[in-house]
């Protein structure tokens, strides 16, 4: 499969925990983005990286939250010091540098449930 | 600010009827739209996307979408639907003209319902 893959696919974690979680993009995919999507809702962007280089971040993203790409690879997304309203599915996206007209494509998420 | 609504939180139909999706935007110059789905606990599935040219766009799994601009809309629909269409259904637009990024701006989805 060469989709994008995101580990782990579930995350149980009490309050005060700090969690990562990777994503690994299709492979040339320059262009990553994060995005979080809570219960009935669409997803929201979170923040994107341009090979290694991080690029933008939402006003969700608070100082708890870090996120990397180093070499311009895999992705990890660490949430220090957990809260119940993290509980949510962090989705991974990746896309070649087409432009505006490109197509993101996304993992399978990784559903954080914060105790 | 772009925005994307999806007006109906949930469409039932019944197999083998047309099915539609509603979907309405705001940009502030040229939109480009998506559709995605999403299936239960999993990631989401691109299904077709505008960016210019014809107003219907086909795209996977016999689904298609009619972008009307004088409306604002970009609703999907298929012929003939089928059970295994059931899922959530998520628009999604992109505003090039504020924003480099080239995230995208989802709506709050459908869940679409077939029964047999």
């Known amino acids: 499969d060469t989709g994008v893959s995101q580990d782990p696919r579930h995350k149980i974690t009490k309050r005060g925990q700090n969690v990562t979680f990777r994503c690994d993009p299709i492979?040339?995919?320059?262009?990553l983005y994060w995005y979080r999507q809570t219960l009935g809702q669409g997803p929201e962007f979170l923040t994107y990286?341009?090979?290694?280089?991080?690029?933008?971040k939402s006003r969700l993203l608070s100082d708890r939250f870090s996120a990397e790409r180093p070499k311009g690879s895999f992705s990890t997304l660490e949430i220090q010091r957990t809260e119940q309203g993290d509980s949510a599915m962090y989705l991974c996206?990746?896309?070649?540098?087409?432009?505006?007209?490109?197509?993101?494509?996304f993992g399978p998420g990784t559903r954080l449930l914060v105790l | 600010a772009q925005s994307v609504a999806q007006p109906e939180d949930q469409v039932n139909v019944a197999e083998g009827n047309p099915l539609t999706v509603k979907c309405t935007y705001s940009?502030?110059?040229?939109?480009?739209l998506f559709w995605y789905v999403q299936y239960p606990n999993r990631g989401l599935q691109f299904l077709l996307k505008y960016i210019t040219g014809d107003n219907l766009v086909k795209g996977s799994y016999g689904f298609e979408a009619e972008f009307n601009k004088s409306q604002t809309s970009f609703h999907l629909k298929k012929p003939s639907a089928l059970v295994s269409d059931s899922a959530l259904y998520f628009c999604a637009v992109r505003d090039i003209w504020e924003d480099s990024s080239y995230k995208l701006i989802f709506g709050s989805g459908t869940r679409l319902l077939v029964r047999p």
């Open positions: 940009v502030s110059g040229n939109p480009y």
């Open positions: 492979s040339e995919h320059n262009r």
């Open positions: 990286f341009q090979n290694e280089a991080q690029l933008e």
């Open positions: 996206a990746s896309s070649s540098r087409q432009g505006p007209t490109e197509t993101q494509y």
